[in-house]
């Protein structure tokens, strides 16, 4: 029983010791960028830089877990904001994933920038990123495939896509949206993009002097993207 209570113990003692590495990790995010330093994270924990080894074998592991909690983080947004919608609202739906998506990034700029900004030299993503980085689109494949299923989607645009278009939308629908037509696919991937080109101009100061109203904008420029994929 004691053994138990200390193995116990010790794994709630790593367990608190790992976030707060992390939380000193994304304040440094905030002043240099993604160009951590396991030393100065080391100095603000009162500890040698030894010590974070034990917990993070190198700095791109500890940028791994930090991108990890960013995907995460944004993904459990999305669910949670696009969960409040009525199913059939599918215009409602795709509007909270948009709405979603920006208030995470504006709210938490600089993770924002560690996940869609410029990428980290040196740095190469483990695969194991991969499920966590698509929890938020694949709540738009779901939307286009409810929509899909309750032939609530028009008719195919007439633009004829691509073989080459059309087998990369088979693969990213493959699983989230397997009746979905296409060209439907290839707008809503477009609309993806759009809506995080337009989230990474706002965050990135890319729409001063230009865009004021920026919540007003926003909103019209995401009903046109729904209208645009066909929900």
Not at 21 to 32: C, F
Not at 151 to 167: F, K, M, N, S, T
């Amino acid at each position: 029983m004691y053994g138990m209570k200390a193995t116990g113990i010790r794994a709630r003692v790593r367990a608190e010791m790992t976030e707060e590495i992390k939380a000193i990790a994304r304040r440094h995010l905030a002043t240099d960028g993604a160009n951590l330093s396991l030393r100065a994270v080391a100095r603000d924990l009162g500890v040698v830089s030894s010590a974070i080894y034990r917990y993070f074998a190198s700095r791109d592991d500890l940028l791994t877990a930090l991108i990890l909690d960013a995907y995460n983080s944004l993904g459990q947004t999305v669910e949670d904001r696009e969960r409040t919608v009525g199913r059939d609202d599918l215009t409602g739906r795709w509007m909270a994933v948009c709405d979603a998506v920006r208030g995470w990034a504006l709210e938490r700029p600089h993770e924002y920038a560690l996940i869609y900004g410029s990428p980290v030299p040196g740095y190469q993503a483990p695969t194991d990123t991969v499920a966590a980085a698509t929890r938020a689109v694949t709540v738009l494949g779901t939307i286009i495939q409810d929509a899909a299923v309750a032939r609530r989607l028009p008719p195919g645009p007439p633009e004829p896509v691509p073989d080459a278009v059309a087998e990369d939308v088979r693969r990213a629908s493959a699983v989230i949206a397997p009746d979905v037509p296409d060209a439907v696919t290839a707008r809503a991937l477009s609309a993806w993009v759009t809506l995080f080109g337009l989230v990474s101009f706002e965050v990135f100061g890319q729409l001063n002097n230009v865009v004021e109203h920026r919540d007003e904008f926003f909103e019209h420029q995401m009903r046109a993207q729904a209208g645009f994929v066909g929900i």
